[in-house]
C-alpha cells in the first residue's frame, strides 16, 4: 500500500526501515523522521505522519514480541505512547479533516 504521495513511498519500505532501525537498537524512540532520514527522504506535505505513527506502533510490537524481551515492559510503554497520542496527536491533524487520511 502507498502511505507517501509525495515521495512515493509504501508501506513494505517504511516496514523494512523501521525494522533495520530496531536491529541497530530495539529500545530506541522511533518517529517518522527518524524513518524518513534513514530512507533518505524527508516529509513534504507531512500528512502520511499519522499512517507512519501507526505503522511504527505496529511494526514495534511486532517486533518485540518475536524477541526475546518481556512482554510486560513492551507493553507498558506503548500505552504510554498511545496515552500521548491521543492526548496531544488527534485534535488537529495538519489541520486536515479525517476525511484527506488513508487510515
Not at 16 to 23: A, P, Y
Not at 38 to 44: L, Y
Request: aromatic share 4%; hydrophobic share 35%.
Amino acid at each position: 500500500m502507498l502511505i507517501c504521495h509525495c515521495n512515493i513511498i509504501t508501506e513494505r519500505e517504511i516496514e523494512q526501515t523501521i525494522v533495520g532501525l530496531l536491529d541497530q537498537d530495539p529500545w530506541q524512540l522511533i518517529v517518522p523522521a527518524k524513518v524518513y532520514h534513514a530512507m533518505m527522504k524527508r516529509g513534504r506535505c507531512c500528512g502520511c505522519f499519522p499512517n507512519v505513527v501507526e505503522t511504527i506502533i505496529r511494526v514495534t510490537e511486532e517486533y518485540h514480541a518475536r524477541s526475546e524481551t518481556g512482554a510486560t515492559d513492551v507493553v507498558s510503554h506503548l500505552d504510554r505512547v498511545r496515552a500521548l497520542r491521543d492526548q496531544f496527536g488527534r485534535k488537529l491533524n495538519e489541520r486536515r479533516s479525517t476525511s484527506h487520511r488513508a487510515a
